[in-house]
């Protein structure tokens, strides 16, 4: 798959940011969705449009050119 069309899932959003958890601590979860949860409300709380998306973790972990 070109990288171009890896990029193209994102579409072209001039910031990203990922969020990892630590899966030996039971609650990471529930702690990484309350901080996207933050996130998502602070920034369109100063005007700027945000969309907190868990479809590209598979895509990225599934897809040979995203996988390290």
Known sequence: MPADMVRGCFRGAPTMVFIARDPSYD???YDCG???????LSIWSVGISSICLGSPVR??????????
């Not at 309350?34 to 998502?40: F, S, Y």
């Not at 895509?59 to 390290?68: A, E, G, K, Q, S």
């Open 27 to 29: 609650f990471s979860a």
């Open 34 to 40: 309350l901080l996207a949860e933050n996130m998502v």
């Open 59 to 68: 895509f990225l972990t599934d897809n040979d050119v995203c996988r390290p």
